[in-house]
């Protein structure tokens, strides 16, 4: 069973980059169709896709963030991080990774991969604060 | 960008009534090979999202048979048979065709 976990700083000043980390574990990050990705939720607010990657390196950024994020794997420590430059108050919530996983399924025209996030973090918190 | 828009924003449910959640997205998420392309996720209370249902209407792994998914096109609707009181948190449409967008969430409680 996979498990991911997230660490990180609890506290960012204004203007300074975020640093995630997640770390993988039950399972190594360079098998299986997956990719890797991070959402985050204000407190007491909604869920925001903040963007993936996959194993070959492709990543998809939410367009409301895309020019202040970048997300990253790290095969040597089993890892994938997030970096979110110009954090401001409004960043403030709880981050959360997840494991992009899926099933094939046919159709008349071919065949597909479904991605669905099965597997999540326990969320850490983040508070943008001077 | 797909928005996402869920109804209602809260659900007051008697334990073994019936409950019924509306996504509506603002454009289709028929993909061009048949499916849809929208999930369900719950997140109960102190917890992180979970999986319920995938491509609109397939329960994920150990999720109960009481939740169902529907619909197609931009209508769809996550119904709960018999609510029981393990079913409370907020429940999350999610758009996977054009990026990623989720709906505002509904909140469910039990009366």
């Known amino acids: 069973q996979v498990q991911l976990q997230e660490s990180g700083p609890g506290l960012v000043k204004p203007s300074q980059t975020l640093s995630l980390t997640c770390t993988v574990s039950?399972?190594?990050?360079?098998?299986?169709?997956?990719?890797w990705s991070w959402i985050r939720q204000p407190a007491g607010k909604g869920l925001e896709w903040i963007g993936r990657?996959?194993?070959?390196?492709?990543?998809h950024y939410n367009p409301s963030l895309k020019s202040r994020v970048t997300i990253s794997v790290d095969t040597s420590r089993n890892q994938f991080s997030l970096k979110l430059s110009s954090m401001a108050a409004a960043d403030t919530a709880i981050y959360y990774c997840a494991r992009g996983s899926g099933t094939y399924y046919n159709t008349p025209s071919g065949t597909y991969f479904y991605y669905y996030m099965a597997d999540w973090g326990t969320g850490t918190t983040v508070t943008v604060s001077s | 960008d797909v928005v996402m828009t869920q109804s209602p924003h809260s659900l007051p449910v008697t334990p073994g009534e019936p409950a019924s959640i509306s996504c509506r997205s603002s454009?289709?998420?028929?993909?061009?090979?048949?499916?849809?392309?929208l999930d369900w996720y719950l997140q109960k209370p102190g917890q992180s999202p979970q999986l319920l249902i995938y491509m609109g209407s397939n329960r994920a792994s150990g999720v109960p048979d009481r939740f169902s998914g529907s619909g197609s096109d931009t209508d769809f609707t996550l119904k709960i048979s018999r609510v029981e009181a393990e079913d409370v948190g907020v429940y999350y449409c999610?758009?996977?065709?054009?990026?990623?967008?989720f709906g505002q969430g509904t909140r469910l409680e039990i009366k």
């Open positions: 039950g399972g190594s990050i360079t098998r299986g169709n997956y990719y």
């Open positions: 454009q289709s998420l028929l993909h061009s090979n048949g499916y849809t392309y």
């Open positions: 999610m758009q996977a065709l054009q990026s990623i967008t």
């Open positions: 990657i996959y194993l070959g390196g492709t990543t």
